[in-house]
């Protein structure tokens, strides 16, 4: 085939090639986080062309057009059209090498259109005509993306007003694929955002029930945790630029609350304090429903104000953050923990300045009878990538049991990401393959292949145990 990804992509020795296309690369799929809209998945959607289905919502692609001065209109703008847009990410992928989308971006071609010639400016209409073709045949709607590339569940990002009738759909029909709503409450614990009196207000309509009281608002959670866990949800997830380091406080948060609906403005000491404490109830509500809590921790967002007013958020200008991670977390699990109130929880970090700090602070409270409960998550967002990868298995294994790794994910909003889990899996064989080699690990395939099936599939499936 005349680009890259060939049949030993990655894998260095012959120890990585034989874990990875005996051990690793047949293992189902278990996605258990990701952006895909639900209403796609259950109605089977059939994109209209590649840029859709593979441009739209991708704010990583959209990062590197900008950065490859590409004009905004040609990016999120409406003015141009999809193959005019195609065509613009087509001349910036060639100056993506080294950046991880230039391997993601035939990946995906390769494994979902089978072509395998580089994208450029001259091979750009072909591809994209070949691609167009190909997207209007039944196998490439968009939930046979999915069943087609070996996933076995999927989970979804679901905000508690959502009122969840396309994840009901999913789970009347059998598709050959388990979808799942994943419990986001960020905007329920965020009282500083503007519009959080709008959102309370659409929140209670959803539910039948005003919301006048902070009382009220944790009722309506507790409620809409029983209609997630109704309809499968086994997980939640937190995407905070980090946990405080303050203690919970009901009353404090009672007149934080009362404040922010009249109108008032509060402190940031105040909604910290807010914050800690509606999680502090949702995550005791979360073990008592065996969940598995998640906090995606350390981004920056909306960086740039001129983007945010024009085209909104999730567009690409987020970053890294260099908040104080550590004391926050550590106080915030001990007092679950010291309540026997501590989900299964995985946490995942977006500066590698703290993946040791991460690693080693999770571990503090594994407990009988779950193996590997408290988890140093996989590589997320800029940190998705092959160094970052490295480095994620690297600490993880210097500092707990890597051996009880559920895995990788996608985090994507595209449905044709799941390539990412090929990635990690060759990544991670040949991490291990070379340690075979250097002899700081054994000469035995079974027992690492074991491992490698383990960390690829068995340990996600029995973590979550989705039913």
Known sequence: MPNFIYEDFLLSNE?????YHDHAVDMPIIDYHNHLIPEHLANNHQFKDLTEAWLAG????WRAMRANGIDEKYITGSS????????????TVPYTLGNPLFHWTHLELGRYFEIYELLNPTSAPGILNQANEMLQQEEFRARNLVVNKNVEVVCTTDDPSDP????????????GLKVFPTFRPDKMCTVKSLDYPVYIRKLGELCDQEINTFQDLLDVACQRIEDFNAIGCRLSDHGLTHLPDVNHNDEESARTFDKVMSGSSVSLQDAEVFMITVLHHLCQWYADKGWTQQ??????RNNNSRLLNTQGTDVGADSMGDFQQIQGLSRFLDGLDAKEKLARTIIYNNNPVNNASFATMVANFNEHPTPGKMQFGASWWFLDQYHGIIAQLQDLSNYGLLSRFVGMLTDSRSFLSFPRHEYFRRVLCNELGKE?????LPEDIKMIGSMVEDICYNNAKNYFNFE
């Open 15 to 19: 120890f990585s090639r034989r874990l």
């Open 58 to 61: 991708d704010h990583y692609k």
């Open 80 to 91: 141009s059209s999809s193959r005019e847009k195609f065509i613009k990410w087509a001349e």
């Open 164 to 175: 969840l009738i396309f994840h009901e759909q999913l789970r009347e029909g059998q598709h």
């Open 295 to 300: 906090f995606h921790l350390g981004a920056i």
């Open 436 to 440: 075979m080699e250097a002899g700081r």
